[in-house]
């Protein structure tokens, strides 16, 4: 039977290996916006690990009001939320000049937006 042990240790640490040398600096800000607290903590927590920069917003009203004044590299978006949904949040980041070459992440928990 072969040493799966061995064999995943050296696979973990490849891994490891080349995440270190693609770890992003501080200089990617990336924009949360995600209704539930809790999933924002857990987003928020992944990407500081990785070594990003982020800013979260609980709202599409609170993201463009933040917008007006921060140009992140990268917007994450959750669709389903009160208000300003992901996909209105995502057209109206599209008509300003300023911000239309933000690439934007949407994404939704549930199994058909």
């Excluded at 640490?13 to 809790?38: C, G, Y």
């Excluded at 300003?96 to 933000?102: C, H, T």
Aim: aromatic share 4%.
């Amino acid at each position: 039977m072969p040493n799966l042990i061995g064999r995943e240790a050296t696979l973990s640490s490849q891994t490891e290996q080349q995440e270190s040398r693609l770890v992003p600096t501080e200089s990617v800000q990336i924009l949360v916006v995600e209704d539930s607290v809790t999933q924002a903590l857990n987003l928020r927590f992944l990407l500081q690990k990785r070594g990003y920069a982020v800013s979260v917003c609980h709202s599409g009203e609170e993201a463009l009001r933040y917008l007006k004044e921060h140009k992140p590299t990268l917007i994450i978006s959750d669709i389903v939320m009160p208000g300003i949904d992901g996909y209105e949040l995502c057209r109206l980041i599209r008509q300003d000049r300023q911000l239309a070459d933000v690439p934007i992440i949407l994404m939704t928990a549930l199994s058909d937006p």
